[in-house]
């Protein structure tokens, strides 16, 4: 579009071309409302319209203008300079957070995303196409079912030593129970769950988990008091659930746990993030 001159849409091209044929006494105004999809009062005001000011008059009256909403150079400028640096590990959604509640900067996540876009900057994560499985359905009443799981990480950045975070969530409501930072995987953190869970919320009806050696028992040696039971004693976590009355669940896949990680992806998505931007910020 060149300067002092605006284009017409599709759309107002076809109302001009049915409109002139309404002044020639080619079809009615209400025919050529029909054809155009719009009342026969609509109609008759585009038909003034275009009497009064020509083809411009059937032009949308916004265009050209710039939109009030549009972000200014200066904050685009200030908006990819801390892109950039102190939150640089930031995904889109938790950079427009912080921009809204540390910045100042009122703006969409969708505007940060095609400014960060145009800019070059890569989205954090790769979207790849969803593989279907079937979901399984919750449960009805908080309490029925937990969902626990241990994630190995370099949580507070790479130059630190890996370590775990345990995590509990509540299968019906999405609740995240119980979370604590431990040196690895193991029955001692599965315990510490159980124990923090119980006290707090009380026994639930069952535990989801995976066969990880601390849940199950892996190794193929049985016993002679096995081989006469039929069946592998339970390691210490198994005991415990045992004696509390919780069934436990095992998960045959790693999809079967898709809830509990999913919660593990938002928290080092955004805790990593975090953990970074406090050390930039606190720490010459």
Same mark, same amino acid.
């Given at each position: 579009?060149?300067?002092?001159?605006?284009?017409?849409?599709?759309?107002?091209?076809?109302?001009?071309?049915?409109?002139?044929?309404?002044?020639?006494?080619?079809?009615?105004?209400?025919?050529? /409302? =029909?054809? *155009?999809?719009?009342c026969y009062r609509h109609a008759?005001?585009?038909?003034?319209? $275009? @009497? +009064?000011?020509?083809?411009?008059?059937?032009?949308?009256?916004?265009?050209?203008?710039?939109?009030?909403?549009?972000?200014?150079?200066?904050?685009?400028?200030?908006?990819?300079?801390?892109?950039g640096a102190a939150y640089a590990n930031f995904n889109d959604t938790h950079f427009?957070?912080?921009?809204?509640?540390?910045e100042g900067i009122r703006i969409s996540r969708e505007t940060v995303r095609r400014l960060r876009r145009a800019n070059g900057m890569k989205a954090k994560r790769k979207r790849r196409p969803k593989k279907h499985h079937r979901r399984r359905l919750r449960k009805a009443q908080e309490g029925m079912m937990v969902l626990w799981d241990g994630s190995p990480h370099k949580w507070f950045g790479d130059d630190e030593a890996p370590c775990c975070l345990m995590?509990?969530?509540?299968?019906?409501? /999405? =609740?995240? *129970?119980?979370?604590?930072?431990?040196?690895?995987?193991?029955?001692?953190?599965? $315990? @510490? +769950?159980?124990?923090?869970?119980?006290?707090?919320?009380?026994?639930?009806?069952?535990i989801y988990q995976d066969?990880?050696?601390?849940?199950h028992r892996n190794d193929d040696h049985w016993s002679l008091e096995e081989q006469l039971a039929g069946e592998q004693e339970p390691t210490q976590v198994g005991w415990a659930l045992q004696e509390l009355g919780i069934m436990p669940i095992f998960a045959l896949t790693p999809q079967a746990k898709g809830r509990v990680e999913r919660l593990f992806g938002t928290l080092q998505d955004r805790l990593v993030a975090e953990l970074g931007f406090w050390k930039v910020n606190h720490h010459p």
């Open positions: 579009m060149r300067k002092g001159i605006l284009g017409m849409s599709q759309k107002e091209r076809q109302r001009y071309h049915v409109l002139r044929t309404v002044l020639d006494g080619g079809i009615t105004l209400r025919e050529a /409302g =029909q054809v *155009l999809g719009v008759k005001r585009l038909k003034k319209r $275009l @009497k +009064l000011h020509g083809a411009k008059g059937l032009i949308h009256g916004n265009r050209g203008r710039p939109a009030p909403n549009a972000v200014g150079h200066a904050v685009k400028q200030r908006i990819m300079e801390l892109s427009t957070e912080k921009l809204n509640e540390q995590a509990a969530i509540d299968d019906a409501t /999405g =609740q995240l *129970l119980e979370a604590f930072f431990i040196e690895y995987e193991g029955s001692f953190g599965y $315990l @510490k +769950l159980l124990n923090n869970i119980v006290k707090a919320y009380g026994i639930p009806g069952s066969r990880h050696s601390a849940l």
